[in-house]
């Protein structure tokens, strides 16, 4: 069994940071992509950041120039450092990983979700 564990999340003042953590665990052999994605209330899920296995990012253009995306494959754990926040970046967020088990079988995962609150 594998699974995603979020970290990192709490109350912050606009134009304040947060680093997020995800911890894969279990019986692990590989993970492919790895990313992050929030909801706000009444809004659809939706992708903040990904990283490759390669290192190869991508990002939204709503979070371009705050976020950083980054991992570290011998620990098994993606992080999103989270700078210059604001009002609308308050959400939920959630890991997302593609991963390979030692027995070879795929599995697409999702974290449980930390939330995120931007606010004075």
Known sequence: QVQLVESGG???????????????????????????????????RELVASITSGGSTDYADSVKGRFTISRDNAKNTAYLQMNTLKPEDTAVYYCKARVI??????YLIW?????????S
């Not at 590989?30 to 992050?36: L, R, T």
Request: hydrophobic share 30%; with cysteine.
């Open 10 to 44: 709490g109350l912050v003042q606009p134009g304040g940071s947060l680093r997020l953590s995800c911890a894969a665990s279990g019986s692990i052999f590989s993970i492919n992509d790895m990313g992050w994605y929030r909801q706000a209330p009444g809004k659809q």
């Open 101 to 106: 088990t030692q027995t070879g079988s795929g």
């Open 111 to 119: 974290g449980q979700g930390t939330q995120v609150t931007v606010s």
